[in-house]
């Protein structure tokens, strides 16, 4: 694939699977397709599942001004926090870099960065890890204790957390999402979707206490080996963030479109 073709692919599985994530929590969320502009907004508790994105390609400086501004009205029109997602390299280079300037003129700023991963790679063997066991998320409690990992990894309330999964029937039958348990304890968790012929990584994370020790990569590939053995699928799609991105290259990722993460300015 080549560059542009990349961000275009990442931008686009953001925007599928985010629209059943977010219709997940709530049927009558905000899924809007906005020229220039896809609304994925379930004004959850758990500020992921309500995002906004720019979609258009080679927008130039003029055009980035004008959707942020109104990215930014959609974003205090709600209720919950949430976040924009640009991908660099839908941009023009003029734009890329007056990126941050634009976005604060539109009362924006710049929360944390990420990038784009794909890769042809699948099938992965099933993975064994010497301290962990896997299992399925299937019940309420399963949920709860992903939701909670999720929480601790990122920084939120675990209510936050728990409201954006809490008694999902999309999580427990369509989403092969995985716990790693040490000693019987979740410690670690990955999940995997199909989302347009490819197998979508989400929320990798894996309790603060227990890092740098491979549980994260471990629990990925368990995830991408069980959505690839029922799907078939060879294709796999990811955003990381900064603290995950050593991680998936290892597995087979190959790192695409730079990605920034932007809040409303206080």
């Given at each position: 694939?080549t560059?542009?073709?990349?961000?275009?692919?990442?931008?686009?599985q953001?925007?599928?699977?985010?629209?059943?994530?977010v219709?997940?929590?709530?049927?009558?969320?905000?899924v809007?397709?906005?020229?220039?502009?896809?609304?994925?907004?379930a004004?959850?508790?758990?500020a992921?599942?309500?995002?906004?994105?720019?979609?258009?390609?080679?927008?130039?400086t003029?055009?980035?001004?004008r959707?942020?501004?109104?990215?930014?009205?959609?974003?205090?029109?709600?209720?919950?926090?949430?976040?924009?997602?640009?991908?660099?390299?839908l941009?023009?280079e003029?734009?890329?870099?007056?990126?941050?300037?634009?976005a604060?003129?539109?009362g924006?700023?710049h929360?944390?960065?990420?990038?784009?991963?794909?890769?042809?790679?699948?099938?992965?063997?099933?993975?064994?890890h010497?301290?962990?066991?896997?299992?399925?998320?299937?019940t309420?409690?399963?949920?709860?204790?992903?939701?909670?990992?999720?929480?601790?990894a990122?920084?939120?309330?675990?209510e936050?957390?728990?409201?954006g999964?809490?008694?999902?029937?999309?999580?427990?039958?369509?989403?092969?999402a995985?716990?790693?348990?040490?000693d019987?304890?979740p410690?670690?968790?990955a999940?995997?979707?199909?989302?347009?012929?490819?197998?979508?990584v989400?929320?990798v994370?894996?309790?603060?206490?227990?890092?740098r020790?491979g549980?994260?990569?471990?629990?990925t590939r368990?995830?991408?080996?069980?959505?690839?053995?029922a799907?078939?699928?060879t294709?796999?799609?990811?955003?990381?963030?900064?603290?995950?991105?050593?991680v998936?290259?290892?597995?087979?990722?190959?790192?695409n479109?730079?990605?920034?993460?932007?809040?409303l300015?206080?």
């Amino acid at each position: 694939m080549t560059e542009l073709a990349d961000a275009v692919e990442s931008m686009e599985q953001l925007a599928v699977v985010w629209r059943a994530m977010v219709l997940d929590r709530d049927p009558d969320a905000d899924v809007r397709d906005l020229p220039g502009i896809a609304v994925r907004w379930a004004d959850s508790r758990f500020a992921f599942w309500n995002c906004v994105t720019l979609t258009d390609v080679h927008a130039d400086t003029e055009a980035v001004g004008r959707q942020l501004r109104q990215a930014a009205g959609i974003m205090r029109a709600k209720t919950r926090p949430g976040f924009l997602w640009i991908f660099d390299d839908l941009l023009t280079e003029d734009a890329r870099g007056k990126l941050d300037a634009l976005a604060g003129r539109a009362g924006l700023a710049h929360a944390f960065p990420g990038t784009g991963m794909a890769g042809d790679l699948l099938p992965v063997p099933d993975p064994a890890h010497p301290e962990l066991t896997f299992v399925r998320v299937s019940t309420d409690e399963h949920l709860r204790a992903y939701a909670d990992l999720n929480s601790r990894a990122y920084g939120f309330p675990p209510e936050h957390g728990r409201d954006g999964l809490a008694g999902s029937s999309l999580w427990t039958t369509e989403v092969y999402a995985y716990l790693g348990l040490r000693d019987g304890v979740p410690v670690t968790c990955a999940a995997t979707v199909e989302a347009e012929g490819r197998l979508f990584v989400i929320l990798v994370a894996t309790d603060p206490r227990w890092e740098r020790r491979g549980y994260g990569e471990a629990v990925t590939r368990k995830a991408l080996h069980e959505g690839a053995r029922a799907t078939g699928l060879t294709r796999a799609t990811l955003h990381a963030t900064t603290a995950g991105a050593p991680v998936y290259p290892r597995i087979g990722f190959v790192p695409n479109s730079p990605m920034g993460f932007y809040g409303l300015a206080d």
